[in-house]
Structure formats: C-alpha cells, structure tokens
C-alpha cells in the first residue's frame, strides 16, 4: 500500500515561510536539500510523519499564482478555539471559526488562515474523522 509522506508548495522567502510553520503550528526543519536551481525544505513535527515540503526556486521574484485548482492544507488541534486566539495573538490574521453541520450533528469546527505565500490551511478541531 502507499503511504502519504509529504505535500509540496512553492514560497518565495525560505525565512518567512519557515517562520510562519514555525510558530503558527510547531514545524521544524527537519531537512534542507539544496540544489543549483532551487532548495528542498523539509517541515515536520512530532505529532505525524506526515512533512511539509517547502520549495524555494532560486532567482524567482514574482508571487506564485495559486490558480483555482489548489485547495488546502489541513492540521487538527485539540482546541480550535484556543488555537484561533493564539495565532491572533502572534499577527497572523486567522479567520472566523466556522461550525459545519451535517444532519443535525457537528461534523468540522474550524477557521483558515494564510501562509506568506497566500496558501490556506485548515485548521480543524480533533473530532469525528479530524483525529
């Protein structure tokens, strides 16, 4: 069976994105390949095996357009709530929490927020199929 090992965004500044990982949800470098033309940085924490990759092509000036097709990350917390207030806290803008419901029963909690880049990351409370 495959395994799910990491996603890939393209960034403009490799110390803002890495920054913002950092402090918005507990990322760390876990690896930094560099190559002539572009660098490979590999973002993880201790909650999942799941990585982050981070690609810096080297040269590139002009933001990245994310077009219709890119959707989001997502990362689960314990607390949506709490978590909103503390990236507030840090300048980070997130938005509002949003409850979704399906037949009458909560099915996500949660609010989105904006890398440096403009990509979107939900960030949902653990619950249901969110674990």
């Given at each position: 069976m495959a395994k799910m090992i990491h996603s890939m965004i393209r960034i403009l500044d490799?110390?803002?994105s890495v920054e913002f990982y950092e402090r918005a949800f507990g990322l760390s470098v876990a690896d930094r390949v560099?190559?002539?033309t572009f660098t490979l940085i590999?973002?993880?924490n201790a909650e999942t095996g799941f990585?982050?990759?981070?690609?810096?092509?080297?040269?590139r000036t002009?933001?990245?357009?994310?077009?219709?097709?890119?959707?989001?990350l997502a990362v689960s917390v314990e607390e949506?709530?709490?978590e909103r207030e503390r990236l507030s806290k840090l300048g980070l803008n997130p938005g509002e929490l949003?409850?979704?419901?399906?037949?009458?029963?909560?099915?996500?909690?949660?609010?989105f927020v904006s890398d440096?880049?403009?990509?979107?990351?939900?960030?949902?409370?653990r619950h249901g199929r969110f674990l």
């Open positions: 490799e110390a803002r560099d190559f002539e590999y973002m993880s990585e982050l990759e981070l690609t810096v092509n080297k040269g002009a933001p990245y357009d994310l077009g219709n097709a890119y959707g989001h949506v709530a709490v949003i409850e979704l419901n399906r037949d009458g029963k909560l099915f996500g909690l949660f609010f440096p880049d403009g990509y979107k990351i939900e960030v949902l409370q």
